[in-house]
């Protein structure tokens, strides 16, 4: 159990039959009443995020989150096919469950699949990635300014902005949390 006074973000959480993670959370101590914790809750299934105040003294059960590593094998239509390099089975998950979290990533690389009681809600995609860039347009001399960027497509489909001397067939090396280009690999 997990009291309200003991909210990090991150932290999974059994709420009313719902499965949430902590996004946002702050202590309040105002100055006439009692204490409370003002959070910002993500449900997992739902995809829904909802704000609620909590009492300090409030508990709640931590959801068992289980995350195991599948080889992302292609795409077949509407439904994502991955496989588990240890026991070579496979599973095919539904673009509602995937989202855009394989923007950037190739055929064959290994993400991370969550699931709550054996259901997966979520593909957790690399941090970083190594892309090779396959479309942009080219930087002219003289181009200089400090921090310039131009759209790039790369091999994923993925569109990035990156630095003005980047060209077509470089490798660049990119955050998938924020989609930012980071540097050449």
């Known amino acids: 159990m997990i009291s309200a006074s003991e909210f990090r973000n991150g932290v999974t959480l059994e709420i009313d039959g719902q499965v949430y993670q902590i996004v946002e959370f ?3 101590k105002p100055g006439k009443g009692a204490a409370f914790v003002r959070t910002k809750l993500k449900n997992v299934i739902g995809n829904g995020v909802v704000e609620r105040s909590f009492r300090p003294t409030e508990k709640f059960p931590a959801a068992r989150i289980d995350r195991k590593e599948y080889q992302y094998l292609y795409t077949d239509g509407e439904i994502h096919n991955f496989m588990d390099t240890e026991t070579y089975e496979q599973i095919g998950l539904s673009d509602d469950v995937v989202g855009d979290s ?7 690389e290994m993400v991370k699949i969550a699931s709550y009681n054996g259901n997966a809600f979520a593909v957790e995609p690399p941090l970083f990635v190594e892309l090779e860039i396959t479309d942009t347009e080219p930087g002219f001399k003289g181009d200089t300014a400090t921090g310039a960027t131009k759209p790039a497509t790369v091999e994923t489909g993925a569109h990035v902005s990156v630095p003005l ?3 077509i067939g470089d490798k660049i090396k990119i955050d998938t949390r924020t989609g930012e280009y980071l540097s050449r690999a």
């Open 102 to 108: 394989l923007e950037f990533v190739k055929e064959n």
């Open 26 to 28: 702050q202590h309040v």
């Open 165 to 167: 001397f980047v060209s």
